[in-house]
Every structure is written in structure tokens, then in C-alpha cells.
């Protein structure tokens, strides 16, 4: 059976938002400990971080390490996005040396991304869906921002 990168990206991004809401619903119903003020609420949500210029989300975070697979978002800038995908062991050395997942990622495979966009044009910053399997290996999907309806994203 062939299935189509479009179809393997569209699923991905399709559970990456399943997970992001039914942590979001589930993070919703907990009542934080009476010894605890309500504001530690907020810690239950991931959050955007800036790592050394890249935005990333840690979703995995919400379930905790133990949970597989895991979910990172990255917001990249087309020149971080055309280095990581041509130099995959540096990609692979910022997650690692970033913990952008639990554990050491050993394998990062092939980028999967909409075939008829060419990353070369530099119209638009890139959203990165990471997908850590427990054997170690990474599966990424990249979609432009400008594909999802969302203005270009430029770090603080």
C-alpha cells in the first residue's frame, strides 16, 4: 500500500492538535492542590520557549516523558529550516543539546513537507511537528506558516 506524504502530514498535524486540545480539556478539569495557589493552573499548559532564536513547544510535556510518541512544535525561520533539513545531524544535535525531548534522540528520519513548496523562496517561516518514537527516532513534518492562514512568525 503507497500513502502519500500529504496524507502522512495532514494525520500527523491532525493528532498533534487532537493531543494539544485533549490536554488542554483534561488540564481544565484538574483543580490544583488547596496548598497551591490557582495560578500554578498554567504550569499544566505547554508553553513556546525561545532557544537560541527557535520557538519550541514541548506538547509531550503535558502527559509527561512516559507517554509515547512524542510531540515537540518547532517555529523555525526558512534559513534555520533549509540548514536542519539539509544537515540532519545538527538538527539532531540542537534537540538533544536542548532536550527537546525526553530522552536523546538517535535518529532523525527524512523531512516530510508539502510537495509543491520550494524552501528555497523564503517567503515564510516554517512550523516543525516532531514526533519522538520510543526507539529514539524522529519523524518531522514541516508545513510553511503562511499554509495554515498564519502570519510569518519572527522571534522576540
Not at 12 to 31: E, I, N
Request: charged share 20%.
Amino acid at each position: 500500500m503507497k500513502v502519500r506524504s500529504s496524507t502522512i502530514l495532514a494525520g500527523l498535524l491532525a493528532f498533534s492538535m487532537l493531543v494539544l486540545l485533549r490536554g488542554q480539556a483534561s488540564s481544565q478539569q484538574k483543580t490544583p492542590p488547596p496548598q497551591k495557589p490557582a495560578a500554578a493552573q498554567t504550569d499544566l499548559y505547554p508553553r513556546w520557549e525561545n532557544v537560541d532564536g527557535i520557538q519550541v513547544m514541548r506538547v509531550w510535556q503535558v502527559e509527561g516523558k512516559d507517554v509515547w510518541p512524542q510531540i515537540a512544535v518547532l517555529r523555525v525561520s526558512n534559513a534555520t529550516y533549509l540548514k536542519f533539513s539539509q544537515e540532519p545531524e545538527e538538527f539532531k544535535k540542537f534537540l538533544n543539546k536542548h532536550k527537546v525531548f525526553s530522552i536523546d534522540v538517535i535518529v532523525v528520519t527524512p523531512w516530510k513537507a508539502p510537495p509543491s513548496l520550494n524552501p528555497k523562496d523564503d517567503l515564510a517561516d516554517w512550523v516543525l511537528l516532531g514526533v519522538h518514537k520510543p526507539k529514539s527516532t524522529v519523524l518531522i513534518a514541516a508545513l510553511r506558516q503562511w499554509d495554515m492562514g498564519e502570519p510569518s512568525y519572527k522571534p522576540k
